[in-house]
């Protein structure tokens, strides 16, 4: 699948929005120069005390010039804002939308790179558009006007206003970037930092303390924050530096322009009334190319968002949905032919063909690596299979959109997120409209009667969070109670014994295989006693499955007894 031009095709598609917007700032710059020449002639024409029916044509142009824009301005503004808004929410939708396939299958960015790239990164693509590519094109339009009326009027203030603008325009802000870019590039160094600190904190945070791991990470954290303050400082020195030569060049240029249009007065070549036009209209272009610098450096920033944008848009999606899918599949038997399967350079599924059927209780065992989880996403078409067959019933699985795919295919991983809200709004997650009863009831399947029974609130109280926290046999248990509430054909579960002592994991298994009598149950597991549960057991490993020997008594009807 070819790599998704986020940016591109989101500006595409707003360009008549752009294109006023930069009509709209051509007539900004066009304004703001014509006002600058126009006053400054009426200002001077007007010292002389000429008949004021002869400033009715230059007074009239004044107001023309400022009414326009103004005019331009609010347009530019509208336009500018409406087009970085639309074209923000489109990347983040369609970044929102590749991540989603992404994340399942262990792809792209995880935890608060995540959100970073989600909020952050896409924020930057509306400051590229209102702060960078809007204040770019005018101030250009405007230097190059002015350059054009300067040179009619005095060839040599023209020339003056050229190397000014070359200078300002250009000059400085390459200066700008130069020193500017080892701040940046630590900047961002420090950006990825603080994302992997804040990381595990979250994730490891009670083990960081235990292991009395909170000494480096703070000496860790202070590294970090003072590697900020240098950048920051670097980059605010090196403003500063740009700033003040933008004022020193601004201040040559605005002099030569004064020497070279009175010398022109003097030898006859210029009116009087044109003496303050160049050096106004010097003012006026260097005034606004003088904020290209700091944009030039901010860029910087702007383009490792970008680049981070593109680089998710050119990871390979793991799911390539049809064009369209005829009818929902309704067969609950799902199929795998010689399925074939590679990550990176390593075969983890070789020729691996099974079939499940309604009343199937399936352990899969394997070595961690073996490829168990890679083959539980191809089931519930997280990953697309890149050889042999997958199908529900006789409908392949290429023909139907991975959401149809889930509909009757339902997957736990052996690290169910819990949400900050209580117990019943982390189970209706999955079922929005379940009674309290199946609540109870999912609950208890899942092994999880004891603890309802000891919240104070039952399935009110709150839960997650660091201090409302489940263990991590409970948390694997409160992931498959709601797999269960969703009633899908195909049940697996990755690791839901994982933690638990023998009792605690044969009841579970016990309520599961009753729970599920009516569906196929498939289930990951590294506990040799899951295996008295199965009817059928199978091991991968070198990318082969192979059976393993079922203990006697211990089918399904066996079970249920």
């Known amino acids: 699948m070819r790599s998704r031009p986020l940016l591109r095709t989101a500006l595409f598609l707003e360009r008549r929005a752009i294109r006023r917007a930069f009509a709209a700032g051509i007539l900004v710059s066009l304004s703001t120069v014509g006002l600058a020449g126009t006053s400054a002639w009426l200002i001077v024409r007007a010292a002389q005390e000429p008949a004021v029916l002869s400033l009715t044509v230059p007074m009239g142009l004044v107001q023309l010039f400022a009414l326009a824009k103004a005019a331009g301005r609010y347009v530019e503004r509208t336009q500018t804002h409406r087009a970085a808004l639309s074209v ?16 399942p299958a262990g792809l792209g960015p995880r935890s608060s790179s995540v959100v970073e790239t989600v909020l952050g990164d896409v924020e930057r693509v509306q400051d590229v558009l209102t702060a960078v590519a809007g204040p770019l094109s005018t101030s250009a339009v405007a230097g190059a006007a002015s350059i054009v009326v300067s040179g009619v009027m005095v060839p040599w203030s023209g020339f003056v206003l050229l190397a000014g603008v070359l200078i300002v325009g250009v000059g400085l802000p390459l200066l700008a970037a130069s020193m500017g870019n080892s701040s940046e590039v630590a900047l961002e160094k420090v950006r990825h930092g603080l994302n992997a600190i804040f990381d595990n904190a979250a994730q490891a945070g009670s083990e960081v303390l235990l292991l009395g791991g909170t000494p480096t990470m703070m000496e860790t954290l202070r590294t970090l924050e003072e590697q900020q303050d240098r950048s920051n400082r670097r980059r605010t020195f090196v403003m500063g530096a740009v700033s003040a030569l933008n004022t020193v060049v601004a201040g040559a240029c605005v002099l030569g322009a004064v020497l070279v249009t009175t010398n022109a007065y003097r030898e006859g070549h210029v009116a009087q009334a044109l003496l303050a036009v160049p050096a106004l209209l010097s003012v006026t272009a260097l005034e606004l190319l003088s904020g290209i610098a700091p944009l030039v450096v901010s860029f910087r920033r702007d383009q490792g968002a970008l680049a981070r944008l593109q680089a998710i848009g050119e990871i390979l999606s793991p799911v390539v949905e049809p064009a369209f899918t005829l009818t929902p599949p309704t067969s609950r038997v799902l199929r795998a032919k010689q399925l074939q399967h590679t990550l990176g350079t390593e075969t983890v599924i070789a020729d ?61 991983d052996d690290d169910p997120h819990i949400f900050l809200t209580t117990l019943a709004g982390n189970l209706r997650i999955a079922n929005p409209h379940a009674s309290d009863e199946e609540l109870t009831t999912a ?42 509430l969703c009633m899908k054909n195909i049940v697996i579960l990755d690791e839901p014994t ?18 599920c009598r009516d569906r196929a149950l498939i289930v990951i597991s590294h506990h040799e006693s899951d295996r008295s549960f199965a009817t059928r057991a199978l091991r991968l490993e070198g990318g082969l499955l192979s059976e393993l020997e079922v203990p006697a008594g211990s089918s399904r009807e066996d079970q249920l007894v």
């Open 88 to 103: 923000m929410g489109r990347v983040r939708a369609s970044t929102a939308s590749i991540l989603r396939t992404l994340v």
């Open 443 to 484: 609950l208890e399947a899942a092994g999880l009667g004891p603890l309802l029974s000891m919240l104070p609130e039952g399935l009110s109280n709150m839960i997650g969070g660091a201090t409302q926290g489940l263990s991590g046999g409970e948390q694997r248990r409160l992931g498959v109670a709601r797999q269960l």
């Open 352 to 412: 691996v063909s099974i079939e499940f059927r309604p009343g199937d209780v399936v352990v899969l065992e394997g070595p961690s690596g073996a490829g168990k989880t890679t083959l539980a996403r191809i089931f519930a078409k997280f990953v697309d299979h890149q050889d042999g067959e997958m199908a529900l019933g006789t409908m392949s699985y290429r023909s139907l959109f991975s959401s149809c795919v889930r509909d009757s295919v339902g997957y736990v």
């Open 498 to 515: 994982e933690g638990l002592d023998e009792p605690t994991a044969n009841a579970l298994m016990a309520s599961l295989v009753e729970y």
